[in-house]
Structure formats: C-alpha cells, structure tokens
C-alpha cells in the first residue's frame, strides 16, 4: 500500500510536461504524490488502440496499481503541444485527449477523470483542464 494521498496521470514521456502536470494535480486533487504512467504520445494509444492491444493493456495494469493500491484520488490523461510521439496538429491531438478521457472514464467511472492540455506561455509550461 502506498503511504500518502496520490492522483494519477497518463501523462506523455515528454520530460517538459512534467513538472507542470504535477502541480496542477497536486492543487486539482489536494494530494501528495502523482503517479506518472508515461508513454510517448500516450493519448494517440488510448484514443486510437483497440481494447486488448498489448499497449493498452499494460498502461491499463499500471494505471490500476495506482488506483488500487494507491487509492488515486484522481486521474488526469495528458497531451501537449509540440508532441513528437503524436505529431499531428493540436486539434487533433486535443480530439484525441477527448477520445482517451471517455475510454479512462469507462475504466473507472467512479473517480474523477480530466484531460489537461499542457502548453509553454513565455518561459514555463503550465497544464489547463480542457476535458
């Protein structure tokens, strides 16, 4: 069991998004810790992967260690602008956040579940909920 309060995010490998994606989520949710479930493009693989996809299954076994055993509070799914992994314009990515959030939403329909949409203003990248 995990000591602590905890929220998850399905966040992508981008190390940029990071850090903006933990605070917002520690503020969201009132919580200690963020587990990170990470994959390049995660968003694309959720949104687009049919259930049973050896990818799929192993982000779904993950992210059901932190509900599980770290009784998340929360979970946030994540895309970013100037993804390399899903390098396709903004609108489709964020389409592709919409699609991931109800596939995550269908996987646990009693915990609150957002997109975040992280992007750079100046110097610091920040992450605003648009799911």
Not at 62 to 69: A, E, L, N, R, T
Request: glycine residues 6%.
């Amino acid at each position: 069991m995990g000591h602590g309060s905890f929220a998850t995010a399905l966040n992508c490998m981008d190390g940029r998004t990071q850090s903006a994606v933990t605070e917002s989520l520690k503020k969201r949710f009132g919580v200690e810790y963020v587990d990170q479930i990470t994959e390049p493009g995660i968003v694309n693989i959720l949104a687009n992967s049919a259930n049973g996809a050896p990818s799929l299954d192993w982000i779904r076994r993950k992210c059901d260690i932190s509900v599980q055993h770290h009784h998340s509070k929360g979970i946030a799914i994540v895309a970013h602008v100037e993804c390399a992994g899903n390098a396709v314009s903004d609108d489709e990515q964020q389409a592709h956040l919409k699609r991931a959030v109800d596939l995550v939403k269908s996987w646990y329909p009693n915990l609150t579940t957002l997109g975040l949409w992280v992007e750079k203003q100046n110097e610091n990248w920040f992450a605003e909920p648009i799911v």
